[in-house]
Nanobody
Framework: QVQLVESGGGLVQAGGSRRLSCAASGRTFSTYSMGWFRQAPGEERDLVAA????????YYADSAKGRFTISRDNAKNTVYLQMNSLKPEDTAVYYCAASGVRLPSSAADFGSWGQGTQVTVSS
């Protein structure tokens, strides 16, 4: 298990940008695939982006393609989600999660979760 703490959420205007960070504890961060999920009120928690421990393997949901970028810095035990061209429909609680699966594709693949950070996009 790894402990995760998200930061970077807040209020942003439509069209703006926001970078979320997720700091992980432990010395085995580089062996985990990492993902960002989001959950709006009354909706399911959806995978937005994931980055594998295996170099070059990155997944984006259709809603994130071309606007969001996931990256990781193994030296800092941190994963990032750069969000550009934000829309009101991006408003949600964003969760960071860790997985031992090389190419995780659903919430069931992730065993450790952060507490979430709220992102609100105003129109």
């Amino acid at each position: 298990q790894v402990q995760l703490v998200e930061s970077g959420g807040g209020l942003v205007q439509a069209g703006g940008s926001r970078r979320l960070s997720c700091a992980a504890s432990g010395r085995t961060f580089s062996t985990y695939s990492m993902g960002w999920f989001r959950q709006a009120p009354g909706e399911e928690r959806d995978l937005v982006a994931a980055i594998s421990w295996s170099p070059g393997n990155i997944y984006y949901a259709d809603s994130a393609k071309g606007r969001f970028t996931i990256s990781r810095d193994n030296a800092k035990n941190t994963v990032y989600l750069q969000m550009n061209s934000l829309k009101p429909e991006d408003t949600a609680v964003y969760y960071c999660a860790a997985s031992g699966v090389r190419l995780p594709s659903s919430a069931a693949d992730f065993g450790s979760w952060g507490q979430g950070t709220q992102v609100t996009v105003s129109s």
